[in-house]
Each structure stands twice: as structure tokens, then as C-alpha cells.
């Protein structure tokens, strides 16, 4: 029975509490208590004068509903008009919404949402949700503070304040990329507050448990919790997709975006990552003990099924829910799934049959669409003593929650058994077309799915729990299609990877590096199921090509070298066009990390072959130029200029201007680094004039960044300034790294020249962990570290040990947006 006494309908909730409560206590001491006495009896009757009803009153903080916007919004403004000049600071949330009204009182995201909303706030302040502000008139004087992500993780809202005084930021949460989850934190109180405490003493806290039992909802809420005390930042790292452990550093690097050694990038800042499913990856964890070692402000908040094993480790083991908990919880789902739900007294009864294992009971929840609680107890009944038969040597709760996912499975039609298990040859997620081609799904079928909670939707993207997911791909690898949709589904990806290739000398547009990022787990599993023996080495070759430029563009030089090695291991069945395009890309690889022998081989092994298709391919220009660019590092100067040269006429004949451009920036290189400056900056500007005319931002970018040079060497400076800025603009935009760094390196020079050799000492320090993070080989561009070698040793001559040494430090810790910001400035 709804309490009557509350208002319905469009409710405006107020939240209230006081800041820095327990310090006021620890100043006050006995009197704290007339103080707190004296502050509810004035809110109190701030609130009932404008019509508020009281729903819960909790230590120092107030919950309080009103009919009406208007009235909420004046009650809080008397309430703070009354306290002001007192000892306490009370901070205020106002929130509109349409809650549910059960027995206990308010019920939905509405309250979790306005709660949230007061605690972002500072004592003496009111802060409005847009649903509230666009109730009211303008009679109330409110500022727009912008979009703030509160820490119940929801998407970024728009917050308002009453009155014009000025506060401190909003305790909101900025520097993350944790998700957003589908339902509001509910239950685990008591485990929330011991994590967040752990955070407080723990370098290393690892949630373990079973799957289904919430260690990453827990793990996402506390890290939340604590982000205000880390000024870097706390960062989500997602991992159940990866299955190599050496994958695991390079995971967080990307997430962080260091562009250097990732132990260097973190430093000493005081950053939280959050490594979620981390169990199969567990030969990482000496890896990243070292790193916390190295890095005194980080800490790692863990969840795995079994603990690191590390002597920094703290384990926090996540027990499944207490009784009244998982009621709460079930009827919360249930109610997202059909708002009327009536909870029952079989309720409790469900949640015993689960194990409180929010997992199975967001399964059972799901199912109120069709089935009454009553009927769901009968069928759970019915159906776990058969579904934990088999699995014996499974721990009880798995053997549970294997029950609940196979008691749901077993409730689908079977169209929909077969989508569902043919659904996990997906690893992190698929498209609807992805689904429709490789699984023949129905769009109908698919949505079921999502309503029965067996598959989860993220924009347009499907995909599943890891835990579902397991138990969907044993039903797969009983399917007598299993071979033949993993064999669809490498073929799907190597078609969408080819589509978003390109040409050979093309730079990948935003859309092409978006589906790669995107595809890159889906593409890793499409290179394992290329390499098999049934298949044939050709598709894996094709794959491993039109990867390649994804790779080089991100700088995963070590991974692209491992599936190269992979492919060539049978590249001599693939046909000779695709050989030796494979043994180009691999040279390239070689060349660039520093293995010139084994890129001078591979690439005279790729222009044997191409060769008998025509010299003047694309693909045998490029394995000249890979050739060339071996030899010359080699120290063969005139062998390379030979090559390029020849690579350069051959472009000409083809009447590809992109080729032509690689090739005469290789001659033009040369140049420059035996000191032939006009005829290096013929090449270039040829080579820039192709950029722009073909609007190859990646390749003209690089152009001005060689004529920066040559300008800089014939002591040309404003010149200099001029293209290595119009490089950097482009690098910046296009978020092409590796050439950023030689912009940024070249304006260094720019400003010692102008004196300013704190700014250039700033930047050379910042580039040099990207360049270890790019991979340079050493001698890769000669020219730019002689430059870099000058710069440094000329700051340091009119700064003295001392000022350099602070201005090194202060460099080293730029992000990649600092650095080019500071660059920029240079004029």
C-alpha cells in the first residue's frame, strides 16, 4: 500500500546534507549535537512552508519531495537564507522526475539521480538538474554550469545553480572513461564502503569472486567513489576480449594515450586504473607489479576470479548479495523490465534458488514480461537439479548461475537458441550487419535477445557478458555449423578490413581507423582462425595486409611483426601477388624497428617475385622503397640512392602521383642528410605539392616537416617556424603521432633560436618518451636527431645545469595535448 502522504505524479526531489560533517564533529565536539539539532529544526521549517514532505531523514541529510518545481526551489533557497552565518554548510540537490511510489517510499533513478546530485555540490550552494530548471520561471536567477558526469555514472547532464555566488568545481567526475552503466547502484553498501577504504591503503586491490557476482558493477562504483583523489585521473581498462597477456601493457597505454614508455607517462601522478576481468591474463601480473613499483602515485583496483598473486595485493573477495538486497534488486530489474511489477512473497524464495547472484537474478528478472514470480520459482524448480547434473566439478554458485543462463537459453525459441550460441563467435561485440551476414540473424530475433538480457546493446553495437558469452560458445562448439560460421566470420572481417584499406600509399581516413579500433578484437580472432591448417594461407596473407597500415598508423610494430611472422610461415602456397605484398609490409616493419638485414632480405625476396608481374606496380615500387630505405641504413648510400631513384621512375611510368610522392621523399631525404639542400628541397616540395593536390594531410605533414629541416639548415628560420607549425596543425588534427614528434622537435630549434631555450628544453624532454614509445630505431631520421642533439646541448649551454634540469622535468610531464599546445605557442 503506497503511503499516501507523498506526493505523485511529477515529484521534485530535495537532498540536502552537510559538508565536512565528521571534521565539524571532531572541531565541536559535544555541542555538535545542539548544532546538528538546531540545523534540522530550521530546515525543517524552511521545507514545510513551501510544502515539502519529508521522506527520510538520515544523520545530517534530509530527503524531501514537493509537488511542484517552483515550491522545491524556494524551500531550498530559505532553508540556505536561514543557515547562512551559522557554523554548518549544507549543500543542496534539486531533481524532477516521475518516481514509483511503493510501501517502503520512492522508488527509481529519480532518486539515485537527485541524491547524487547534492553531493556534487559545496556548502552554501543548490544545485538544479535540467528537468528542474525547465520548470521554472524567471523569477529564480540560475547559472549554466555546463555538462558534469555525476557518480552514478550516467551520461553528462546539464547542471544549473541557484544564485550567482561562486563555488569551488563541482565534485563531478572528469578525468575518466569509466562506462555508463544500464541501471542505477543499488545494494552493497557495506561492500562499497570497505572497497573505497581499501583504496585508501591498498597500491594493488583485486575483487575476486565468481563470475555473476558483481565484481565489476562493485569495481566501477568505487572507483567512481574515490575520484576526486586522484588528479590523473581514474581509468577503466577492459580486458575480457584480450587473450594475450602481452597485450595487457599496450591495453593500457592506449586507454591512457601514452605516447611513450607507459611507466615514464604515469610517473609519479596519482592515477587509479581499474583492470577489469583480468583472470586469464594473469601471467601479466609481474608486469604490472613492476610498474606500480616504478610509479608511486598509481594504484590498481583488479577484478578477477582468482587473486594476482602479488605481495602488494590486497584481496577483497565479492560475496554474492545478503536476502533483503537481492530482493531489492530483483524487483528494481523487474520493474525496468515491466513498470506495474507487484513483488510477491516468492520473491525471496527466487532469490534463495539463485544464490543472490545478481547476474542470475537480472536473468530471472527479465522474464516478468511473460511469466509471473510464481510461475518463475516453479520453473527454476523444475529445471536446476537436471542443469547442475552435468557439471559437478564446477563450485556451487558457477553450477548456479550456469543453471540460470541455461534455464533462460532453454525458454528461447529454438531460432533464437541458434542466433544466441552462433552470437559468441563475436569477440567484443558486432554490428547488426555483422549479425545479419555472419549469423543470419533476424532483427526480431535479436531484439529478444536484448529484452531477455542474454545479449546487451551499446549504440550500434551488440554484444555480451563474458560469462554469457562462455556459456553461449559451448553451445556453439556443439553446432555442426560451428567451423563453418567461425569461417564466415574471418571471411566477414577480412572483407571489411580490405574495404577499409585503401590504397597501397593511402593514409586511412577517421571512418577506416574508427573500424579498425573498433574491430580489433574480431580481427585478432579472424587472424587465429586464418592460420589454422584448413585454411587457405592466402586469406590469412590478405589479412595480414590489410591490417598492416592500422598497425603501422598506431604504432603496434610488435604486433603486426608477430602476425607477418605467422603469415610467412606458409606464405609460399599464397599466389605470388600476395606473397610478395606480404614481404614488403614485413621489410617495412623491419626497417622501421631497426632490422635492417632481415628488411634488406625480405624486401629483395618481395621485388624477386613482384617483378615477374611488372616493375612498375605499386607493389614493387613499394618493395623498393622498403629495399632502399634498409640499404641506407645500412649505411649502402649509394646502393638507396640507386634504389629510390629507380623506385621514383618507376612511379612516374605508373602515373601514380601517391608513389611517386614516397619515393622522391626517400630521395629528398637523402639529400638532405648528405647536405644537397637544393636539390632536397626540389623533392620535398614536389612531394608536398602532391599532398595537398591528392589531400593527403598524413604525407603532406611529413613534407613540411622535411622542408622545416632543410630551412633550418640553410638558417632559415621564419620559414622553418612556418612549416614545421602548418605540420603540427595537421598532426594534430589528423592524430598522426610519429610525425608530431619531428614538428614538435623542429620548433624546439625554432625557439633556441629566438631564445627561448627553457621552451625548447620543455619539449625535447616530452618527445623523448614518445619516441620510445613509437619505436624509432636509432638513425631512423638522422637528420632529426642531429637537430635534437644540438637543441639540447645549446639549451643546456645558456641554461645552466640547474634550470635545465627543471626544465626536463617539467617536460617530462606533458601529455601528448600539452605538448602541442606548448608547442604551438613558439612564434
Known amino acids: 500500500m503506497a503511503r499516501p502522504h507523498l506526493p505523485s505524479g511529477t515529484v521534485t526531489f530535495l537532498f540536502t546534507d552537510i559538508e565536512g560533517s565528521t571534521r565539524l564533529l571532531q572541531e565541536l565536539g559535544d555541542p555538535y549535537a545542539d548544532v546538528l539539532a538546531e540545523h534540522r529544526r530550521v530546515l525543517r521549517e524552511a521545507f514545510a512552508r513551501h510544502g515539502g514532505v519529508e521522506v527520510d531523514t538520515q544523520g545530517d541529510a534530509f530527503f524531501v519531495a514537493f509537488a511542484r518545481a517552483s515550491d522545491a526551489v524556494a524551500g531550498a533557497q530559505a532553508g540556505q537564507e536561514a543557515l547562512r552565518g551559522g557554523p554548518v554548510g549544507v ?46 520561471d524567471s523569477t529564480f536567477e540560475l547559472v549554466d554550469l555546463g555538462l558534469h558526469r555525476l557518480k552514478d555514472l550516467s551520461e553528462p547532464q546539464r547542471l544549473y ?48 569472486g565468481p563470475g555473476g557476482t558483481g565484481k565489476t558493477r562493485l569495481a566501477i562504483q568505487a572507483a567512481a567513489e574515490v575520484a576526486e583523489e586522484f588528479p590523473a585521473g581514474v581509468w577503466w581498462v577492459p580486458l575480457s576480449t584480450l587473450y594475450d597477456p602481452s597485450l595487457v601493457r599496450g591495453s593500457i597505454a592506449q586507454v591512457l594515450d601514452a605516447k611513450g614508455e607507459l611507466a615514464e607517462h604515469i610517473a609519479d601522478n596519482e592515477l587509479l586504473l581499474l583492470l577489469d576481468n583480468l583472470e586469464h591474463l594473469l601471467e601479466a601480473a609481474p608486469e604490472l607489479a613492476a610498474l606500480v613499483e616504478r610509479c608511486s602515485g598509481l594504484r590498481l583496483l583488479a577484478t578477477s576470479r582468482e587473486p594476482l598473486r602479488l605481495s602488494a595485493e590486497q584481496e577483497y573477495p565479492v560475496a554474492p548479495f545478503a536476502s533483503e538486497e537481492a530482493v531489492d534488486f530483483f524487483c528494481a530489474r523487474a520493474r525496468a523490465a515491466k513498470p506495474d511489477f507487484v513483488p510477491t512473497a516468492t520473491l525471496p524464495d527466487i532469490c534463495r534458488r539463485l544464490d543472490n547472484l545478481p547476474l542470475a537474478l537480472e536473468l530471472a528478472a527479465a522474464r516478468v514480461k511473460i511469466l509471473s514470480p510464481d510461475q518463475i520459482l516453479a520453473r527454476l524448480e523444475q529445471a536446476l537439479p537436471l542443469l547442475t547434473g552435468g557439471r559437478r566439478d564446477a563450485p556451487e554458485r558457477q553450477r548456479t548461475l550456469a543453471a540460470t543462463i541455461a534455464w533462460s537459453y532453454e525458454m528461447l525459441s529454438e531460432p533464437e537458441q541458434r542466433l544466441f550460441a552462433r552470437l559468441s563467435v563475436f569477440v567484443g561485440g558486432c554490428t547488426l550487419e555483422a549479425a545479419e551476414t555472419v549469423c543470419a540473424a533476424d532483427i526480431d530475433r535479436l531484439a529478444s535477445l536484448v529484452d531477455k538480457s542474454l545479449v546487451r546493446q551499446s549504440g550500434e553495437r551488440f554484444w555480451m557478458l563474458e560469462t554469457i558469452r562462455e556459456f553461449a560458445l559451448e553451445r556453439f562448439r556443439e553446432d555442426d555449423a560451428f567451423e563453418d560460421v567461425r569461417r564466415l566470420c574471418a571471411d566477414y572481417f577480412l572483407a571489411g578490413a580490405e574495404a577499409n584499406f585503401g590504397q597501397i600509399f593511402e593514409s586511412l581516413r577517421q571512418d577506416q581507423l574508427d573500424w579498425f579500433e573498433r574491430e580489433q578484437d574480431n580481427l585478432r580472432a579472424a587472424l587465429d582462425r586464418l592460420h589454422e591448417a584448413d585454411a587457405e594461407p592466402e586469406l590469412e596473407a590478405r589479412l595480414v595486409i590489410a591490417c598492416a597500415k592500422f598497425w603501422g598508423h598506431r604504432g603496434l610494430w610488435s604486433e603486426a611483426r608477430r602476425w607477418q611472422d605467422a603469415a610467412l610461415e606458409r606464405a609460399g602456397e599464397a599466389p605470388p601477388p600476395v606473397r610478395g605484398r606480404l614481404l614488403w609490409g614485413a621489410a617495412e616493419s623491419m626497417w622501421i624497428q631497426g632490422e635492417y638485414r632481415r628488411g634488406r632480405d625480405l624486401a629483395e625476396a618481395a621485388i624477386a617475385l613482384l617483378d615477374q608481374l611488372g616493375t612498375e606496380t605499386l607493389d614493387a615500387i613499394a618493395a623498393r622503397n622498403a629495399l632502399a630505405a634498409s640499404e641506407h641504413h645500412l649505411g649502402n648510400v649509394m646502393r638507396a640512392s640507386e634504389i629510390f631513384d629507380s623506385a621514383a621512375a618507376l612511379a612516374r611510368v605508373s602515373g601514380n602521383d601517391l608513389a611517386l610522392a614516397i619515393a622522391l621523399s626517400g630521395v629528398g631525404n637523402q639529400a638532405l642528410e648528405a647536405g644537397d639542400f637544393p636539390r632536397a628541397r626540389a623533392h620535398l616540395e614536389e612531394v608536398a605539392a602532391i599532398g595537398r593536390r591528392l589531400r593527403q594531410e598524413p604525407l603532406l605533414a611529413n613534407a ?35 610525425t608530431l614528434v619531428w614538428a614538435v622537435e623542429g620548433l624546439a630549434a625554432v ?40 637543441t639540447l646541448k645549446g639549451a643546456r649551454e645558456l641554461l645552466g645545469e640547474e634550470a635545465f634540469a627543471t626544465a626536463s622535468a617539467d617536460g617530462e610531464d606533458f601529455s601528448l595535448e600539452e605538448l602541442a599546445d606548448e608547442a604551438a605557442l613558439v612564434d
Open 704 to 738: 613540411l616537416v622535411d622542408l622545416g629541416f632543410v630551412a633550418l639548415a640553410e638558417t632559415a628560420v621564419e620559414e622553418a617556424a612556418a612549416k614545421f607549425h602548418e605540420s603540427l596543425s595537421i598532426c594534430r588534427a589528423e592524430r598522426v603521432t610519429h
Open 91 to 136: 549543500r543542496m540537490g534539486l531533481h524532477t522526475g516521475e518516481p514509483m511510489v511503493g510501501e517502503e517510499g520512492y522508488v527509481g533513478i529519480d532518486v539515485h539521480r537527485g541524491a547524487r546530485l547534492a553531493s556534487a555540490g559545496h556548502g552554501g550552494q543548490i544545485l538544479l538538474s535540467l528537468t528542474t530548471r525547465d520548470l521554472l
Open 751 to 790: 625557439a633556441l633560436a629566438r631564445d627561448a631555450p627553457g621552451v625548447a628544453t620543455r619539449l625535447l624532454a616530452a618527445t623523448g618518451s614518445l619516441r620510445t614509445e613509437i619505436g624509432f630505431a636509432e638513425g631512423y631520421y638522422a637528420v632529426g636527431d642531429e637537430v635534437r642533439e644540438r
Open 161 to 208: 545553480q541557484l544564485g550567482t555566488e561562486k563555488f569551488p568545481p563541482l565534485k563531478t567526475l572528469y578525468q575518466t572513461n569509466l562506462p555508463v552503466p544500464g541501471s542505477p547502484f543499488l545494494g552493497r553498501e557495506r561492500e562499497l564502503s570497505e572497497v573505497v577504504g581499501l583504496l585508501g591503503s591498498s597500491r594493488v586491490l583485486t575483487l575476486t
